[in-house]
């Protein structure tokens, strides 16, 4: 009997070693099966960004929406076909998300020297650190093994990117059913100190808040009228959206924030203290901002033998 207890325990335990082995992900996962994989997707990231420096933004965008959408298994690359829903129609992701060329150039490099080993997944999140490290900001140690996913969905990418006109009882809410922090959505939320936005996303936010600074205001209505050039870029960040700083907090104490799920942060509610602290400690943000993002690479992963190494990102094998 208390053998059998005992037996049953020691599976019990060993199952639960199984389940965390298989969830764990680690910076060194390639480096005996593709040792060169991560500088040869460096390389692609770099040179992509050097002819178009936005480049940077769009790909640590890439990354947030593969995650937030059934985990980080690059279920945002997959193209429609009869059996998938691309996720690329998404209202978040269509004529917005950028980067899928970029992805899967490095991905043909990287099946040159490793083929049927790196996956999609992992590529998108180097890809954003090495982003993020190449204008200025964070680098971290990216944890590696996610496989990729065989399935897309364009129904959940639909209700679980957060959108531009939410409060922040709602952004706080999606982040934490994510197991992100409030702390952690205002960090990744500073990612918004690089990039563009489309006239639409912005429009009632310059026309019709009262927390509006109303020189900024006024600047940005310019080149967004009230009706048309709805797709009409902004900066993110007034100051210098081409490198990674802390101006988009200081934006923000100046009621100077472009989207109205930025300026929610900083408007007399939980976060304001947050902000505050991030605008005057750029340090602080640079190294909350690296936890946060190798948090969000944990979302609902693909380990061990799920899911498939893609051949191409942007189709399931
Ligand atoms: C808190 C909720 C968030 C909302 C509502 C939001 C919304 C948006 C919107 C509306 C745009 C402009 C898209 C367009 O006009 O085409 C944008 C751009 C961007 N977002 Fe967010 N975002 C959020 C959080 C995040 C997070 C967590 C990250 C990354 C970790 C991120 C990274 C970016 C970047 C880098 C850009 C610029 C992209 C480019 O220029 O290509 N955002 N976001
Ligand atoms: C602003 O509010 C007015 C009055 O509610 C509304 O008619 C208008 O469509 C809103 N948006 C813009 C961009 O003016």
């Known amino acids: 009997m208390a053998a059998k207890a005992g037996a049953a325990a020691f599976m019990f335990v060993l199952f639960l070693v199984s389940v965390a082995c298989q969830a764990q992900l680690s910076p060194t996962f390639y ?6 994989a991560t500088s040869t997707i460096r390389r692609a990231i770099r040179s992509a960004i050097a002819s178009d420096r936005r480049m ?7 990354h947030f929406h593969d995650c937030f959408v059934q985990g980080c298994d690059a279920s945002i690359l997959l193209d429609e076909t009869s059996s998938i ?3 690329k129609t998404a209202l978040g992701n269509m004529n917005s998300a950028r980067g899928y060329n970029v992805i899967e150039n490095a991905k043909t490099e990287v099946e040159k020297i490793c083929p049927g080993v790196v996956s999609c997944a992992d590529i998108i999140a180097v890809a954003a650190r090495d982003a993020s490290a190449y204008v200025g900001g964070p680098s971290y140690a990216v944890k590696l093994g996610r496989r990729d996913s065989t399935t897309a969905s364009r129904t959940l990418a639909n209700a679980e990117l957060p ?7 709602s952004l706080i809410s999606r982040f934490q059913k994510k197991g992100l922090t409030a702390r952690d959505m205002v960090a990744l939320s500073g990612s918004h100190t690089l ?35 709805d797709s009409t870029l902004a900066p993110l960040d007034l100051v210098t959206p081409n490198s990674f700083d802390n101006n988009y907090f200081k934006n923000l104490m100046q009621n100077k924030g472009l989207l109205q799920s930025d300026q929610v942060l900083f408007n007399g509610g939980s976060t304001d203290s947050i902000v505050s602290e991030y605008s005057r400690n750029p340090a602080k943000f640079s190294s909350d901002f690296g936890s946060a993002m190798i948090k969000m690479g944990d979302i609902g992963l693909l380990t ?9 990102c942007s189709a399931v094998n």
């Open 31 to 36: 480096d005996t099966s593709c040792p060169t």
């Open 56 to 62: 940077a933004a769009s790909l640590i965008r890439l």
């Open 85 to 87: 829903q691309s996720e």
């Open 163 to 169: 959108a531009f006109f939410e409060d922040l009882e």
């Open 195 to 229: 990039g563009q936005a489309q006239c639409f996303t912005f429009r009632e936010r310059i026309y019709n808040h009262s927390n509006v600074d109303a020189g900024f205001a006024s600047t940005r209505r310019r080149r967004c009228p009230r009706v048309g050039s």
């Open 304 to 312: 061990g033998s799920s899911g498939q190494i893609r051949r191409i």
